[in-house]
Every structure is written in C-alpha cells, then in structure tokens.
C-alpha cells in the first residue's frame, strides 16, 4: 500500500526543565492525567488519523520509552504495513550518527523516509498534550499546494515561550521568530507540528552545512529565507507543551477542574489509549473521603484524597492525607503522612507521619526523601 | 513450556437466568474489568501453555471478541495457539459438560495437537491457579484421571493424558459416559483427586456471582486472586481513571476506570464507564460497565448488567440470596404505585381449575406486597357468583355490539389483602357451571378480551397489562388497532398445548392487522406481546426446538430476544412445621418426625408398616407424558429386586396406563398401593410420609409437586426436563451433594439406574441422605422471587 503520509514523532528531548522527573526518562515517558504517559497524546492521534507509518526517533533516555511503546500494539501500531519504528542513533560508514538537534535526527533517518517514498511527512513531537485530527491538518496543506504547513495555536500564556509566527492575508508565512522579547499580539504560536511535502523537506534538510540545527531554530527561517511556500493551519483545541514542572502540574490539575478541555471520557471522537497496566480495579478500602480526584487502576487507597490524580498501583494509607498532589505509579503514602502540593514520582515511598505540605509545587521521590530526612537528622 | 494443551468448556450455560441470554458464562464481566475466562486464560498463560481451545455453546459472538487471537495470553502463536471449536448444531441446549460427543466433532484438534497431557477446565471459575502444579500432581499420582476439586467441591476440572482421552472420544457412541464427569464415577476407572487450595469459586447462579465479586473486596482474597506475580490479564478498553466528585462517599469498594462518582458506594464493584449521579447509593452490588445510575436511586443486592439505566429515585432491593438482576442495556424505573391488571381465566381462590389458579393468585398477592397495586380480571362463572355475590360490588356495566347481539357487561370488584379482583358478568358467555369446557369457549374468551379491552379505562388507570395463556392473548392486538398508545403488555405461557383455535368469526368485526383464515390466540400474543415469559428457564430454552414447541416454535424464535424463563413459585402454606393435614410437624431443624408420618402413610395406604421400607410416592395426573410408560416397566423390576420397596400412587386419568397399573398392582400386591381417582387436593400426609417422590415426566414446563415434596424433606427423582431440571440439584456421587436425582435420556434403563441409585444412598449412606434431605428443605421456591424476578420485567417496560 502506498503510504500518503510518514510521522516522525521525536521524543528524543531530555525536558532538563522538568528535572528531576525526567532524569531516567524521556520527557515523553512522562506520567499524565493518572494513567497516560504524554506519548499517548501523540501516539492515539496518529492511531486515529490511520496514520499507521511512525518512525520514533529516539536518543536520550531511551529504554523506559521503547520498553512502554514495544510493538505499538496499544494504538494498533503492531501493523506489518508500516506499524512502529524505533528509529535510534547509529554508527555508520561516515562515523557515530549522534543526533544534534531535531531537525539533524530526521535527516539521520532519511533511508527510513526514503524506504516508504510518502507524499507527506509529519514532523511531530512526542511530548505535547492534543487531541488532533491530523488528517485535516494534511489536508489543508495539500490544498493549498505549499511545501511546509505549520501547526499554529493561540497559547493562553505569553508568546514569549514559543516560536511565533506572522502571517499575510493569504495566511502565508511571513516570518517566525523562537522566543521573541516583544511579540506581536495577534501573532500565532508554533505548535512543533510540521508537515512537508516529502521532495521539499528532504531539499531544505540535505543542503544544510551547518552542524547543529532544529526544525525551529534553523529549519523554518531557512525555508522561509530560500522562499519556500510556507503556510499555517490553525489548531483551535486545547494544546499544551508541558515544558515546566508548574505547566505539568497545571495541566494535570486542568483534568480535575476542566474535565472538557481534554474529554478523556469521550470514546468516539479521538479516543486517548495508553498501556494497559494488568492492575485490578483500585480499592478504596475505606470509608474515607476522596474528593475531586482521578485514580487509577490497582491503587489501594485508605487515607484521604482531594483534588489529586493518583496513577496506577498508587497505595495510600490509613490516615494519610493526600491534597492538590500528583502520585505518579507504585509509590506509597504511610499512614498519617501529609501530602499536599506535590509531584510524588513513581515507586516512591513515603514513610508514615511524613509532613510534606509545599506552598509552591514540589517533586519528590525517594533521593528528595533521603535529603529531607538527613536535614531532619541533624 | 508445559506438555498439556487446555480445552475450555464453555458448553455450559448453567442457572444465570438474564445474565446469559445473550453470551456464555464465560464472557460475563466479573470484578469491574474482567470477564471470567480471563481467569482461566491467565492461568493458562502464567503456566506457559501454549495450545488451548475454547468450546462454546452457541452464541459465543461476546466471548470471541474479548479473547481474539489470544495474543494478550501469548495465545497468538504460529504453531497451536488458541482455537475456538463451535459446535455443529448452533441450537444445541446448554450441556451439563463437554461430552466426547462434542469433542469428536473437532477430533482433528486433537489429533493434531502434540502436547500429550490434556486439562477440561470450564471458563467460570474465579482463580489464581499453578496449572503446572496441578499437572505434577496427576502426574505423580499415576492415576489415568485426575479431577481437580476444591474443598470437596467439583470444579469440572480434569487431566487426563490425550492418548486416553482420544479413545473415549473415538468411542463415544459405544461407551454408557457423556463426560468425564460421568466417567469419573465408573468404579473400574483409575482416579485421582486433587484438591486445589486458595481462593476458588465456580460461579454457576447469580448468587454466587454476586458473593463471588464482593469476596474480591476482602482483602486477604483479593491480593490472592490479583496477584503481583502471577497476574490476570484481560483485554482493556481505553478508559481514563476514575473520577470522583465532590460529593462521593466511597467505603470497600472497587470502581473502573472511566467511571464518574458523584453519588454513595459501598461494599460495591462497579465496572467501566459507568456513571453514579449525586444522592445515589449503591450497597452490595455489582454494576457492570457503561451502567447509568441516576439522581436518587437506591440499590443494594442488585446485579446490574451492561449499559443498564436505572431512572431517578428507584428503589431496587434483592437479597444477597436472590439479587435484583437486570439485562443488558434496559433502563430500569421507580416501580412504586405501578398499576397492574392481571387477565386470566382463573385465580384462586375464585376460580381454579388447576395449576393456573394458584400461579395468578399467588403472584398477585406476592406482587402486591411489593408495592405493585395489583388488579385481577376473569369472568364472573357461575360458580364465583354464587359464592361471592356476597362480597363483591358493583363497579360499572357496559354495552357492545357483538356478533350482532346487545351484550351487557357488568363489572363487580373484590378488594382484598391489597389486591383489587374484577368479575366480569355476562349471563350468555360466562354464566356456566363449568369455566371450560364448551364448544364456543373460543368465541367466550374472544369476547371476554373485546370487552375487558373497552371497559378497563373505566375501571382503573392500569400501567401494564399481563396476561395468562391464551383466554388473555388478544388483549395486546385489540389495544394495538384501537389505541393510540397501547398499553405495555407481559404474556406468560403456562401450557402451549392450549392455544385457542377458531375462526375469525370470532371477532366479530373487530378489525386486525392482519388477515387470516384462522385465528390462533396464542400465537397472537406471542406476536404483539411486550415480552412473553413462561414458567421455567430451562422449558423456555426447550421451546426452541420443534419437539416442545410443535407450530409455535417460529413465532417464538422471533422473539427470542423479549422471552424469558421464570421458575414458578409455591405458597408457603407448603410447610411440614404448620401443616395441620400432616400426623407430626417437623422442620429442617429436626425432621425426626418424618419417621411417623411414614408410618402413617403405610398404614392409612395398607401397606406393611415399616420404618426401613422405602416408600416411593407418585402424586399426579396418569397420562402419558408424565412418564408412566417408563415407571411401569422400571417399577416392575424396581419392586422385583426390593421387597423392601413400596410404591403409592395418588392421580386420575388415562384409563389405558390405569388398566396397565393395576396389571403391576397385581404382580407386586404388597408393594404398591393405587389410589385412582383418588381426591388428590390433600396430599400433604403423602408427601410428609414418602422417601422419594418420583416424577418422571417426558416434558414438564414448571411441576409443582417436586418442589412441594422437597419443602416436606421427600427427594424428588426426575426427569431432566423443564422446570423439573430448574428446581431440583441432581446428587453427585463425588461430592455427595444435591437435593433428588435425576436422569437424562428418558428411557427405562435411566430411570431404573437412577431408581437403584437412589435407594442405594438412602440405604448405604445414610448421612449422605439426611443432609440431602435438609438442603432440598431449605431451597427457596417462594413466590417472593418469583415476584421479584416478574418485577426485574416490568421494571425494564418503562423507559421514559
């Protein structure tokens, strides 16, 4: 079958803002909403677009993704069609292909564009939060007749963060800065979502010189500079970039106070799949109160839970009280420990009568544990 | 690896009433997330086998599509794998076990298969099993069989090595077994039992599934069952987790994933995506997935099946015994003050005939204690008027046209103990010594429909119409071309022999929507009726087959979907503790007593008193179909071989079987004692007195002695048909359990066997007989479920 359109999904970011919840993994292996991991997001779009040809390109941190993707058979990515590919870096004639920048890791697997031959290639990142048709996004970009089509939303914070892009009347690209000081107002923000018709891409990536280079940084300037025809498709859903600890915690919490930003409930329309766990039903063993939470398979919960998201096989103690807090997978609350204002990371464990209440949002895990302990000791 | 291949027996539809109409057991979801056969499955997987094969029973659409290709259980192989081996008759009726028969059918999957040890394990059990271990230990044990039981009780689990079990299979038609089971008890055979430990449960009844899935929420067996190491896998639908509200009060409970709670759980398990409003309150329930509970419902005790939708301020009450069951994807709403008009052709005390008397007057009071406000209907005989003139009034009278005749109605009504009794008077049609019985009987229930349909908007505002048999099937077609909205309408078969034949003429212009040459009552109401029931589970899947269901079985077949089977009940005057016809009381407690009303019963029967003879009682109509063509010839031989054995008979009716009893009276004088046209309306001593009673009939829908004889601790021996298989539990020789026996093929040779069996138990293990005798006592049969079972349909009548 003839492939119409490739994704490149990179996850090869080391999230360093997010630290030290990414320290042993890619960012987008990181835990969301209770049962997803941020990969999902991109994984299920694609799923439900029929996009079934995913080059994963891979390199920091590689082992808890590759280990939680396998075979792709959660999105029905398990296809001898196309289906996943782990596309990592590699030693080669010409030297170590070790990727620098993004736009570098997708000229490294240019065999892998080249074996499929798609008309289109969708540039994606595997750590964005969406529900997106990205059919209609190729669409439009088909229509239009341009080399690059642009995903572009309007943030609810400050274009400051983002790459923003102006547009003429034609909604052509007329130029896009990374992070600019003085944004224009009616400016839109990139999303980090790209698709190319594949002969243009292949052009801007293989005359390029330099050494380090970015889809962002380099490639979008280069294009606009050379004339390409560069163009914008409006997203006008619910899109974040999770790049800080505060924005992570935010959007968890979004699932708490806006459950119909993200309709995780809502099967039929862009439905969101993630692994399953094997986990039982949780349990909540006792007559305690849980308010306004999510929680997840194979919990077994005791104590109290406000407001909080608890991810699979969590365990919360008789007493213990748990407020405005994340707890990612396996970790333990003792009995009569205090936890609010916290991103709990996975398999910690927290002793009982610990008092870990935060007025700014805090990660703990089992060496932040060990710290707070020792100062206790002294 | 492990050198043994796994057959699932799903053949089995077992006693799930609703929850299996529409898949087998083994589909059912079970602990919010899984079906049941994921158990098995997993311990299949966690064992390291790789070829298994699932037999089901004819719909297994459900459980195909939960187990794909296995892959989820490393099923999904290149070299075997798992098969789905259906069966060749689409149609075949539930099986107690996979029989040889059946496995011949796919004898290439065995030939094939090159493990050389082979497990049977059904797809209903609730474990965590080391498959492995169970294998070593048959295999230590040298045996040819193993049967793997837990705590004394049977799990239809066997190993067996393939090259035995291939020649059972190849013989199967010349080998006196069915099943391993069967087999098993053949003292020639080399066996072995294994007794499994840890937490297992067959889950066979909804009683045992609801106690079953809260077992889950004790702690100390749950860990075991979803255990870390060894864990049950299941096939996920994507669902985010759980959502609770602001106002959710949870306490011991398990709730999956996509569900939102706004409302109470307690000591509850509730399945995917289901939705628990605000002011709600689930206790001891299973709700399965997709489920609504509105704004102010009350459960407890209730199974829920998928997608139901229970409408605000329901109040829905089972008991851990008998949970409120619901199917699949109805919506359930308050039944308070529900009006319903019950039409029939008799209702005790009024007017009774037979059987039919006892079930509309039964149910209606049941019904009316649980808070249906219960009218009855029936025509004003001669007979109710001569002894009720008295106690009814005059409601309203009514004047039709019919068959080119001024006819007069006036309608009289009765209230009492809550239920409202409607006697409609017409001298010409109703007025007559008999209730039936007469040439034109078609024609005076046709007319009593047409004028009940015109008048009962006069009488009440009724909610739901049901009806009886066929003097109350043209009710739904008469509302149906006269009304705009036609009243929802529940049509129980009691007898389908009786169908109400007869010319169109009857209508007497009335217009149809449809035209026809002859006019079948009957099948009318099976066609127009909401839903139709009859009065036991299994005769409801007998009347899928020809042989039951003779010119009806067509009619039937298309509504399947809207008919159900509900075990008729018995008045709980049947009890030997306030029985004043019975010479001593006696209860569960301490059935001491039996012992002289034995003796009385010998003597008022003439028959040698003797507390060691056997006594073998027979209440019924003599007719063929109550099997006496067998029972001659099997008693002949039966009282032959024991003098020790006494058989009584009380009935009336075929004067060619009669002639041929008194033929048997004569070659056993002292054995038997016949009392033909005997007043059979008081029996009680005779129940209260017998050891066995024997009720042997080619087909039974529901039977109503079996199960008064077990309320008076007398063991029924039956045959396996009807309601006779619903109500009794047949005694299994390994487990030693059961409330009568029971034989399959109606033949004499089964009837016998089982006849020798009976009286072996009842000599040889004496304790064994007593507990049976204190578990058939002790079988709830009250008209209390009936009614709420009644109540689980009309509940699902109403949606909006």
Redesign the interface.
């Known amino acids: 079958m003839k492939t119409r359109a490739l994704a490149m999904v990179l996850v090869g970011g080391r999230g360093s803002r997010l630290h030290p919840i990414t320290k042993r993994k890619a960012k987008p292996a990181v835990s969301f909403?209770?049962?997803?991991k941020l990969v999902d997001f991109v994984l299920s779009n694609l799923t439900n677009a029929h996009l079934t040809t995913v080059g994963v390109v891979t390199q920091y941190e590689p082992y808890s993704l590759m280990n939680y993707i396998q075979h792709g058979?959660t999105w029905d990515l398990d296809i001898p069609d196309g289906g996943i590919h782990f596309l990592t870096p590699y030693t080669s004639y010409e030297g170590d292909q070790w990727q620098k920048g993004t736009a570098h890791a997708v000229r490294q697997h240019q065999y892998f564009i080249d074996h499929y031959n798609p008309e289109y290639v969708l540039i994606l990142s595997g750590d964005h939060i969406y529900k997106m048709d990205y059919n209609n996004l190729i669409d439009a970009h088909a229509k239009s007749g341009a080399h690059m089509t642009m995903g572009v939303f309007t943030p609810n914070d400050s274009l400051k963060r983002y790459g923003v892009v102006n547009i003429d009347s034609e909604g052509k690209v007329t130029d896009f800065e990374e992070k600019p000081a003085t944004p224009n107002a009616h400016a839109y923000a990139s999303m980090g979502v790209y698709v190319f018709t594949q002969e243009c891409l292949k052009n801007i990536l293989n005359d390029e010189t330099q050494e380090e280079f970015d889809f962002g940084k380099d490639v979008i300037p280069k294009a606009l500079r050379e004339n390409y025809d560069v163009r914008t498709y409006r997203f006008d859903g619910y899109f974040r970039d999770v790049g800080t600890i505060e924005n992570l915690y935010k959007t968890n919490m979004d699932?708490l106070d806006h459950?119909e930003y993200l309709k995780?409930?809502d099967?039929n329309h862009l439905?969101?799949?993630?692994r399953?766990s094997?986990?039982?039903?949780?349990?909540?063993?006792?007559?305690?109160l849980?308010?306004?939470?999510?929680?997840?398979?194979g919990c077994l919960v005791s104590g109290t839970?406000i407001h909080s998201?608890?991810s699979n096989g969590v365990t919360i103690k008789e007493d213990a009280h748990i407020e405005d807090s994340l707890i990612f997978s396996s970790a333990v609350v003792g009995e009569n420990s205090v936890v609010k204002n916290a991103i709990v990371l996975e398999d910690t464990i927290i002793l009982p009568n610990t008092e870990l209440v935060f007025d700014e949002v805090t990660v703990i895990d089992n060496e932040t544990l060990w710290a707070l302990g020792g100062e206790g000791n002294d | 690896m492990i050198d043994m291949l796994v057959i699932i027996d799903a053949s089995h539809r077992d006693a799930f009433d609703k929850l299996t109409l529409h898949r087998t057991p083994g589909a059912l979801p079970f602990a919010g997330k899984y079906r049941l056969i994921d158990f098995t499955l997993s311990n299949i997987k966690n064992a390291g086998v790789i070829n298994a094969a699932i037999f089901p029973l004819g719909n297994y659409r459900s459980m195909q599509d939960h187990v794909g290709s296995g892959k989820r259980w490393n099923l999904d192989r290149r070299n075997d794998g798992l098969f789905i081996l259906p069966p060749k008759n689409m149609l075949l009726p539930g099986e107690e076990m996979l029989s040889f028969q059946r496995m011949h059918e796919h004898i290439e999957y065995f030939r094939r298969s090159p493990q050389k040890y082979v497990m049977i394990t059904p797809p209903s059990i609730v474990w965590n099993t080391d498959i492995e271990k169970l294998l070593d230990a048959h295999k230590a044990s040298r045996a040819h069989i193993s049967e793997i039981m837990h705590g004394g009780k049977r799990l239809k689990t066997f190993i067996i090595e393939k090259r035995l079990l291939l020649n059972y299979i190849l013989e199967y038609d010349m080998i006196p077994y069915k099943t391993l089971k069967d087999l098993i008890v053949d003292p020639k055979i080399d066996k072995n039992m294994i007794d499994h430990e840890g937490y297992t449960s067959m889950i066979t009844n909804p009683y045992v599934y609801l106690k079953s899935n809260l077992d889950m929420l004790k702690f100390e067996i749950g860990k075991t069952i979803f255990s870390n190491d060894y864990p049950i896998i299941s096939k996920e639908k994507p669902a985010p987790p759980t959502f609770y509200g602001h106002d959710a009060r949870i306490a011991n409970s398990m709730i999956s994933s996509g569900t939102s709670v706004y409302g109470t759980v307690e000591n509850s398990i509730i399945g995917r995506d289901c939705i628990i409003q605000k002011k709600s309150a689930i206790k001891n329930s299973v709700i399965m997935n997709n489920s609504v509970i509105e704004e102010g419902v009350q459960l407890n005790n209730v199974i829920l099946d998928k997608g139901t939708v229970v409408k605000q301020n329901t109040v829905l009450e089972g008991t851990p015994i008998n949970p409120f069951v619901t199917q699949k994807e109805q919506i359930i709403t308050d039944h308070s003050g529900l009006k319903v008009l019950m039409v029939a052709s008799e209702v005790h005390p009024y007017a009774k005939t037979g059987g039919l008397a006892d079930i509309t007057g039964g149910l209606s009071r049941a019904l009316s204690k649980k808070g249906i406000e219960v009218s009855v209907a029936i025509p004003l005989y001669k007979s109710v008027k001569e002894n009720y003139h008295e106690s009814y009034q005059f409601v309203t009278s009514h004047t039709t046209e019919y068959k080119g005749e001024k006819q007069e109605v006036r309608v009289h009504v009765l209230y009492k103990s809550k239920v409202k009794y409607y006697f409609l008077e017409n001298f010409k049609y109703f007025e007559r010594p008999s209730l039936y019985g007469y040439e034109d009987d078609c024609e005076r229930f046709s007319f009593f429909n047409i004028v009940l349909e015109e008048v009962m908007d006069s009488l009440d505002d009724f909610d739901l119409l049901h009806l009886h048999d066929w003097q109350a099937s043209l009710m739904p077609v008469l509302m149906k071309v006269k009304r705009k909205k036609p009243l929802k309408s529940v049509l129980t078969i009691h007898n389908i022999d009786y169908q109400g034949l007869c010319n169109p003429e009857v209508l007497s212009g009335r217009v149809m929507p449809f035209e026809s040459e002859r006019l079948n009552f009957l099948e009318i109401g099976i066609a127009e009726a909401t839903r139709i029931t009859t009065v036991s589970p299994t005769y409801r899947e007998e009347l899928r087959h020809e042989y039951y269901a003779k010119n009806l079985t067509y009619p039937l077949a298309r509504r399947d979907r809207d008919f159900y089977g509900i075990l008729n009940g018995i008045s709980s005057k049947h009890r030997p503790i306030k029985d004043p016809l019975i010479l001593s009381k006696y209860d569960v407690n301490d059935t001491f007593p039996k012992t002289e009303n034995k003796l009385f019963l010998q003597r008022k029967m003439k028959l040698s008193m003797g507390v060691r003879n056997f006594v073998v009682a027979m209440v019924s109509r003599i007719t063929e179909q109550k099997g006496f063509n067998l029972i001659l010839e099997a008693m002949d031989h039966f009282l032959e071989k024991h003098d020790t054995v006494q058989f009584v008979l009380l009935g009336t009716g075929d004067e060619s079987i009669v002639e041929r009893l008194k033929i048997l009276k004569d070659a056993h004088p002292t054995q038997i004692s016949l009392n033909i046209g005997y007043d059979s309306a008081v029996p009680n001593y005779l129940y209260a007195g017998a050891d066995l009673f024997l009720m042997p009939s080619r087909v039974e829908p529901c039977g109503l002695g079996q199960m008064i004889a077990m309320r008076y601790g007398t063991l029924p021996l039956v045959h396996k048909t009807g309601g006779l298989a619903d109500s009794v539990e047949p005694y299994d020789p390994i487990s030693k359990q059961g409330t009568g026996f029971m034989f399959d093929t109606f033949e004499v040779e089964a009837l016998e066997n089982t006849l020798e069996n009976a009286y072996h138990v009842y000599l040889e293990e004496k304790d064994v007989w007593k507990s049976m005798v204190r578990r058939a006592m002790q079988v709830d049969f009250s008209l209390d479920t009936q009614a709420q079972k009644m109540l689980e349909i009309y509940q699902t009548l109403f949606n909006e």
């Not at chain 1, 909403?33 to 997803?36: L, M, S, T, V």
């Not at chain 1, 439905?271 to 993630?274: E, R």
């Not at chain 1, 094997?278 to 063993?285: Q, T, Y």
């Open positions: 909403g209770g049962k997803y058979a699932l459950p995780l409930n099967y439905p969101l799949f993630t399953s094997d986990m039982p039903p949780h349990h909540v063993m006792r007559h305690d849980i308010k306004t939470s999510l929680i997840s398979d839970v998201i608890l």
